[in-house]
């Protein structure tokens, strides 16, 4: 059972450059959330999917897309990358509130 | 607002200490609290989920508390391991959500 399955693991771009982070979970889990980790401030939502076909800002959205493409399926977009975007990106997924969260291992994002 | 606080932001002890990591949060309508671990580099394992009506949860080594009433969890780990040796992090939902508000984390390194 692989869980939450995020790639790529590693990527460095170029500021104005545009790239796609793909997700993808296997537990048929109806909500699917992608976080931003950087020091000092801890992971904060950028946005989030209660269910296929929605999705919703969460605190940190601007400079991102998302598709929830189907229900395994969360994609976050950038769009044009800039250097305060560098950070390490988890996707993660969870059935609801009561049973909690499952992550993926994280992107390493590096915006030059 | 929620907010989640961690003490202490770092902690080291010699191997074999019980010990004990704070967290706090400011609105204690909270539906439940999880503690995940993070290593170096790698993703977030879920360690216990406490729901809002249970006092505490066990896992082998590992005591999570939960007290609402003053806005208050603590994570009890006995017999510390250098193979505990992480970043511990808790959660809650926001208000009756599924998404998640982080506390910053408190990195554990527990030495031989």
């Known amino acids: 059972n692989a869980g939450v399955t995020q790639t790529p693991k590693f990527q460095v771009l170029k500021t104005g450059q545009s790239m796609t982070l793909q997700c993808a979970q296997d537990?048929?889990?109806?909500?699917m959330y992608w976080y931003r980790q950087d020091p000092g401030m801890g992971l904060r939502l950028i946005y989030y999917?209660?269910?296929?076909?929605?999705?919703d800002k969460g605190e940190v959205p601007n400079g991102y897309n998302v598709s929830r493409l189907n229900k395994r399926e969360f994609s976050l977009r950038l769009e044009s990358a800039a250097p305060s975007q560098t950070s390490v990106y988890f996707c993660a997924s969870s059935e609801s509130v009561s049973y909690g969260y499952t992550f993926g291992s994280g992107t390493r994002l590096t915006v030059v | 607002k929620q907010e989640v606080t961690q003490i202490p932001a770092a902690l080291s002890v010699p191997e074999g200490e019980n010990l004990v990591l704070n967290c706090s949060f400011t609105d204690s309508a909270i539906y439940n609290l999880q503690w995940f671990r993070q290593d170096p580099g790698k993703g977030l394992t879920s360690l216990l989920l406490?729901?809002?009506?249970?006092r505490e949860q066990t896992s082998g080594r590992l005591n999570a508390s939960l007290d609402k009433s003053s806005g208050r969890s603590t994570l009890y780990i006995a017999a510390s391991q250098p193979g505990d040796s992480a970043t511990y992090l808790c959660a809650v939902p926001l208000g009756n959500t599924d998404k998640l508000i982080f506390g910053t984390g408190t990195r554990l390194q527990v030495f031989p």
């Open positions: 999917s209660a269910s296929e076909g929605t999705t």
């Open positions: 406490i729901q809002s009506s249970q």
């Open positions: 537990m048929n889990h109806n909500s």
